[in-house]
C-alpha cells in the first residue's frame, strides 16, 4: 500500500509539474509592430497562422504585427535562403483572437512553405514557384509566374485562378482545394475529398484522382 501511494504521488507530481510548464498564450488586446532587419532571402516558410503580405520590390523589407505578449514567442529568422516567420515550439498557445501578421517585401520569391493555418497573400511576377501548404493554410496570388507546383494537404487552399502560370503540377490530398491557370501542361494528383479546378485551355497530362475528389475546367 505504502509503495502505491508514492507512485500514485509521483504520478500527480510528474502532470502537476507538466503543466506548469506549458504556457498558454492567447494573445492581448495591444498590439506592436516591429521591423526586421533580414535580407537575402527568396523563400518563405510561415507558420502558426500568420498572414503574411507579400509584395515585390528592389529591397527587403520584413515588419511584423503581433499582441505585445506574444513578442517575446516570435520567431523571425533566415535560414539559408528562407525568412520563417512563426512563434517558438513546444508552447501551448491559443491565437483565436490574436493578432498575427507580416508585411514582407523581396525581390523574388521562389516558393513558400504555409503550415498551422497560415495565409500568404500578394501580386507578383515572379520565376518557377513551389507552395507547400498543410494545416488549413492558405495561399491567393494574382499576377504572373513560370512553372507552378503546390502540394496542399490537410483542408488548405490555393486560390490561384489569378496567377497566370506556364506549367503547373497540383497535388491536393486530404480535402485541399486548388484552382490553377496554366498555359501550358497541367498535371494533377487529386485524391481524399479534394478538388482541383483550372481555367484556360491547357495540354492535360497526367491526371490521378480517385472517387471522392474531383478535376474540373471552370
Known sequence: MFKIRISVLLVIATLLAGCGGLA??????NVVTQEE?????????????FQVAVRQGGTFSVIIRV???LVEDLTVVKQGSTLKIGLKPGLSYNLENATLE???TMPELTGADLAGGSHLVGDVEIGDVVFNLSGGSHVTLSGSAGD?????????HAKLADLLVVN???D???GSHATV?????LDAVVKGGSHVRYLGSPTLGTIDTDGSSSFKQE
Open 102 to 104: 507580416a508585411d514582407v
Open 148 to 156: 507552378l507546383t503546390v502540394a496542399a494537404n490537410g483542408g488548405s
Open 172 to 174: 491536393a490530398r486530404g
Open 181 to 185: 491557370n496554366p498555359s501550358g501542361t
Open 168 to 170: 503547373a503540377s497540383v
Open 67 to 69: 499582441n505585445d505578449d
Open 24 to 29: 498558454s498564450l492567447t494573445g492581448s488586446g
Open 37 to 49: 532587419a533580414i535580407t537575402g532571402f527568396d523563400r518563405l516558410d510561415v507558420s502558426h497562422g
